[in-house]
């Protein structure tokens, strides 16, 4: 069996409540991991300190745009590896992450471009973590983000953030099209590949924001859209996103048992 090389590139602003378990969880499925931080104004960036000192292969980096992320991991098109890329509201479940390195490590995927994952797209965290009430893929949709960079000579073009924009040029034999559904193939309580994304909660001391804008939608509009966002963040009036209540707020709200994705952590 050859042994998959993971990558996990971490990209992350104002999460100081749960960016330390998104870290550790996603820790086990990586060989190496980059923790980026663009802007934070609470604690975030002294937790990633903290954690490229204690994890092996760890590197922290403070990013002026989020599009610096996606240099990172232009080095990697052509190579045998996956890139993981993971938020700082994206809670995986670390048990389903070191079998699904397994199934990778065999060759399940070789043929695949990305892959995608079961999601529970959480509005309630219960009963210190026990238990997470919110909206399934399917029908929602799964922002899941795992590529195979063996697929791939180049990522050419203009990148917002990491993985997103630009021009990805593929190797012989692969498309953009060669990708897998996991989610829709298996059921969450089942799958390896399973995630809480916390993208309806407050993340943060420093802000009451939730629902916040993502990086596309600040970054992805209009100039003067992003002037207004700016103005309205600087005086502490972030709006909420459009973007996630329309594709994350589908289907009946379900709840889930959440101690798989919240092991104890040590003690600081």
């Not at 104002?14 to 330390?20: C, F, K």
């Not at 309205?232 to 709006?239: A, E, K, Q, T």
Request: hydrophobic content about 35%; overall charge positive; some cysteine.
């Amino acid at each position: 069996m050859a042994r998959a090389n993971i990558v996990g590139l971490v990209l992350v602003r104002n999460e100081e409540l749960y960016v330390e378990q998104a870290v550790r969880n996603a820790s086990v499925f990586c060989d190496r991991m980059m923790l980026c931080d663009h802007s934070s104004t609470d604690g975030t960036l002294r937790i990633l300190q903290s954690l490229a000192r204690e994890l092996p292969a760890t590197t922290c980096h403070v990013l002026k745009h989020p599009r610096e992320s996606h240099e990172l991991i232009r080095p990697f098109c052509g190579t045998d590896h996956w890139i993981f890329a993971v938020d700082g509201d994206e809670i995986y479940d670390p048990a389903g992450l070191s079998r699904l390195k397994s199934r990778i490590s065999a060759g399940e995927f070789d043929a695949s471009w990305m892959l995608f994952g079961n999601v529970l797209n959480v509005t309630r965290l219960e009963h210190n973590n026990t238990s997470a009430t919110g909206h399934l893929s399917p029908p929602c949709r799964s922002m899941t983000k795992l590529y195979n960079f063996a697929a791939v000579a180049s990522w050419e073009g203009e990148c917002i953030e990491r993985l997103h924009g630009g021009n990805p040029v593929f190797r012989q034999r692969f498309s953009a099209t060669d990708r897998r559904y996991l989610h829709e193939e298996t059921p969450w309580g089942v799958s390896d590949f399973r995630c809480l994304h916390l993208c309806f909660l407050t993340r943060s001391r420093s802000t009451e924001t939730s629902a916040r804008r993502n990086i596309m939608e600040t970054y992805g509009s209009g100039r003067l859209r992003r002037v207004i966002s700016a103005v309205r963040d600087l005086f502490g009036r972030s709006s909420a996103s459009k973007w996630k209540n329309e594709r994350y707020r589908r289907g009946p709200e379900v709840t889930v048992d959440a101690t798989p994705f919240f092991p104890p952590m040590p003690s600081r």
